[in-house]
């Protein structure tokens, strides 16, 4: 087996994971980034709208404080909160010095990078790949992170490479998971499909402690045209027109939703308005931007590309566009402190792999602040920790990457994993999507264990590039499961999780819901008030 060693290594190279590697490296030290692909790709990162938000341009500390609190429904962790919006400045500027490109906007608290289309993340990418190969950074790309195991204080880690289909082993002083989120477990999301919640399967397989696995957000104006992919309709633009069902009643009105722009900062509320207009009324919901002209939607130039996209190339000027919810960001993740550690020593976490900051719900554009406010903190902490430690040898390596993957054997019958995926993917969307309720959580949960069952059942494959999506698979159920168990626990509804049987704020559930995984590799759950 070969074997690769690096003072701290850091698994995902989304903005969350650029951001630690830059900010580790700052120590000197020798820093490694694990991607599947490119740096960027397969990231959220890379499909984002390109919009920071914090106390700046006009917005106050506070006032970001308390629409962070506000959207997070009592369960952000304070500490985390009070972390991003004192950093959030520093890192802004750090990113413009940098050469990070924006557009003006006359938002106050925005940033927003340069870009055409509705995503304007290649900017981002571009800039802190730039820095972090400036740095010294090094990365090793098409590899695919499986299984992490602490062992006094020093990271071990199995990759699979496709090129070979081989394991290779990773051994180093401390390890930052920045390795995003699970929108992708769901059959409509606008998340890179591989997001297959590898970060949560790998923290509980090596016993991390998780945190408020039940809220997933759901972004309630994507495009559901045919013939267009689900692109984001912007909540600033979408405000601009008329949020209309197929009688014409206006949506945001029927449902009683003021908060403006809707899209940003009642993300929840809508989309579970959303799903009944679609799901239970069978209408169809339109985005009604006929009657916008030009020069209004371009009267914030940060609107101009999604102008030109949405406007005249999905031809939003020329009739409603047909709008429906898709799965977006996971709020819970690995449980953290403000200094990005996790329960483990030596493990550390960023971005969409971590829990905690934005609580049962995540206000927009908070997500790309956390992503560089809590990379660049894991990375400096990872860095410091790494400084205290041995390098573990590589015979020790290679001896317990070989543990993790000796139930993967390269030998077998084939399976059609990317079968398997389409399933859980319609399973989770209809028993773990934005309705749930305790009849649907239990066939969910029973669904999953048949294809975890099926998937065991034919872990050899045919060649190397199927045995990447075995895996995802095998990762992506586990999370699934943590999903739909959580949810299945928490009997009230807050955030983005709504239980349709239970469908009341109770502040007996103010509080968050953890779960670790013992050496018997059972799920052990506990909840915790809310500080």
Same mark, same amino acid.
């Given at each position: 087996?070969?074997?690769?060693?690096?003072?701290?290594?850091?698994?995902?190279?989304?903005?969350?994971?650029?951001?630690?590697?830059?900010?580790?490296?700052?120590? @000197?030290?020798?820093?490694?980034?694990?991607?599947?692909?490119?740096?960027?790709?397969?990231?959220?990162? @890379?499909?984002?709208?390109?919009?920071?938000?914090?106390?700046?341009?006009?917005?106050?500390?506070?006032?970001?404080?308390?629409?962070?609190?506000?959207?997070?429904?009592?369960?952000?962790?304070?500490?985390?909160?009070?972390?991003?919006?004192?950093?959030?400045?520093?890192?802004?500027?750090?990113?413009?010095?940098?050469?990070?490109?924006?557009?003006?906007?006359?938002?106050?608290?925005?940033?927003?990078?340069?870009?055409?289309?509705?995503?304007?993340?290649?900017?981002?990418?571009?800039?802190?790949?730039?820095?972090?190969?400036?740095?010294?950074? %090094?990365?090793?790309?098409?590899?695919?992170?499986?299984?992490?195991?602490?062992?006094?204080?020093?990271?071990?880690?199995?990759?699979?490479?496709?090129?070979?289909?081989?394991?290779?082993?990773?051994?180093?002083?401390?390890?930052?998971?920045?390795?995003?989120?699970?929108?992708?477990?769901?059959?409509?999301?606008?998340?890179?499909?591989?997001?297959?919640?590898?970060?949560?399967?790998?923290?509980?397989?090596?016993?991390?402690?998780?945190?408020?696995?039940?809220?997933?957000?759901?972004?309630?104006?994507?495009?559901?045209? +045919?013939?267009?992919?689900?692109?984001?309709?912007?909540?600033?633009?979408?405000?601009?027109?008329?949020?209309?069902?197929?009688?014409?009643?206006?949506?945001?009105?029927?449902?009683?939703i003021t908060e403006r722009p809707a899209g940003r900062?009642?993300?929840?509320?809508?989309?579970?308005?959303?799903?009944?207009?679609?799901?239970?009324?069978?209408?169809?919901?339109?985005?009604?931007?006929?009657?916008?002209?030009?020069?209004?939607?371009?009267?914030?130039?940060?609107?101009?590309?999604?102008?030109?996209?949405?406007?005249?190339?999905?031809?939003?000027?020329?009739?409603?566009?047909?709008?429906? +919810?898709?799965?977006?960001?996971?709020?819970?993740?690995?449980?953290?402190?403000?200094?990005?550690?996790?329960?483990?020593?030596?493990?550390?976490?960023?971005?969409?792999?971590?829990?905690?900051?934005?609580?049962?719900?995540?206000?927009?554009?908070?997500?790309?602040?956390?992503?560089?406010v809590f990379g660049a903190r894991a990375g400096r902490?990872?860095?410091?920790?790494?400084?205290?430690?041995?390098?573990?040898?590589?015979?020790?390596?290679?001896?317990?990457?070989?543990?993790?993957?000796?139930?993967?054997?390269?030998? @077998?019958?084939?399976?059609? %994993?990317?079968?398997?995926?389409?399933?859980?993917?319609?399973?989770?969307?209809?028993?773990?999507?934005?309705?749930?309720?305790?009849?649907?959580?239990?066939?969910?949960?029973?669904?999953?264990?048949?294809?975890?069952?099926? %998937?065991?059942?034919?872990?050899?494959?045919?060649?190397?590039?199927?045995?990447?999506?075995?895996?995802?698979?095998?990762?992506?159920?586990?999370?699934?499961?943590?999903?739909?168990?959580?949810?299945?626990?928490?009997?009230?509804?807050?955030?983005?999780?709504?239980?349709?049987?239970?469908?009341?704020?109770?502040?007996?559930?103010?509080?968050?819901?953890?779960?670790?995984?013992?050496?018997?590799?059972?799920?052990?759950?506990?909840?915790?008030?809310?500080?």
């Amino acid at each position: 087996m070969e074997i690769h060693l690096a003072d701290v290594w850091v698994i995902g190279s989304g903005a969350a994971g650029l951001s630690a590697a830059i900010a580790a490296r700052e120590s @000197g030290l020798s820093i490694t980034v694990v991607t599947k692909g490119a740096p960027g790709e397969h990231s959220s990162t @890379g499909l984002s709208g390109g919009g920071f938000v914090g106390a700046w341009g006009g917005l106050s500390a506070e006032e970001h404080r308390m629409r962070t609190l506000a959207a997070g429904r009592g369960l952000n962790e304070p500490a985390l909160v009070e972390a991003m919006v004192a950093d959030a400045p520093d890192r802004f500027q750090e990113l413009l010095d940098w050469g990070l490109a924006v557009v003006p906007t006359s938002r106050p608290g925005s940033l927003i990078a340069r870009g055409n289309g509705p995503a304007r993340s290649e900017e981002i990418i571009r800039c802190l790949s730039a820095k972090a190969h400036a740095a010294g950074v %090094a990365f090793l790309a098409s590899h695919v992170a499986y299984a992490l195991r602490m062992q006094d204080g020093a990271a071990h880690c199995a990759v699979f490479e496709p090129a070979s289909g081989a394991w290779v082993g990773l051994g180093g002083r401390a390890l930052v998971m920045a390795a995003g989120g699970a929108g992708g477990l769901y059959a409509r999301h606008d998340t890179p499909a591989r997001a297959s919640g590898d970060a949560v399967s790998m923290a509980l397989g090596a016993g991390a402690l998780l945190e408020d696995m039940e809220f997933v957000q759901f972004f309630p104006l994507s495009l559901a045209e +045919p013939e267009l992919p689900p692109a984001v309709v912007p909540p600033a633009v979408a405000d601009l027109g008329r949020l209309v069902n197929g009688h014409g009643e206006d949506v945001l009105a029927k449902y009683g939703i003021t908060e403006r722009p809707a899209g940003r900062r009642a993300r929840d509320r809508l989309s579970q308005a959303m799903f009944r207009e679609i799901e239970d009324e069978g209408v169809a919901v339109y985005a009604d931007l006929t009657g916008v002209s030009e020069e209004t939607w371009c009267e914030d130039p940060s609107n101009a590309a999604s102008f030109e996209y949405l406007g005249k190339r999905c031809g939003a000027l020329e009739r409603p566009l047909r709008v429906a +919810p898709v799965a977006h960001f996971v709020m819970g993740g690995l449980a953290i402190d403000e200094t990005a550690a996790t329960s483990l020593p030596g493990l550390f976490a960023a971005g969409e792999a971590a829990g905690g900051v934005h609580g049962a719900n995540r206000m927009g554009e908070n997500s790309l602040t956390e992503t560089v406010v809590f990379g660049a903190r894991a990375g400096r902490s990872a860095a410091a920790w790494a400084t205290r430690r041995a390098m573990p040898a590589a015979r020790e390596v290679r001896n317990v990457v070989g543990d993790l993957t000796r139930a993967n054997g390269m030998r @077998g019958p084939r399976t059609e %994993a990317a079968a398997l995926m389409t399933e859980l993917r319609a399973l989770m969307w209809r028993t773990g999507g934005i309705r749930r309720d305790e009849e649907g959580l239990e066939a969910g949960l029973a669904g999953i264990a048949e294809i975890r069952e099926r %998937a065991a059942r034919a872990r050899g494959h045919a060649d190397a590039h199927h045995a990447v999506a075995l895996l995802e698979v095998e990762m992506g159920a586990r999370t699934g499961r943590l999903i739909l168990e959580a949810a299945k626990r928490r009997r009230e509804s807050r955030g983005a999780h709504y239980r349709a049987d239970y469908p009341e704020i109770d502040d007996a559930w103010l509080g968050h819901l953890t779960v670790r995984q013992n050496s018997e590799h059972e799920s052990i759950w506990s909840f915790e008030r809310a500080s």
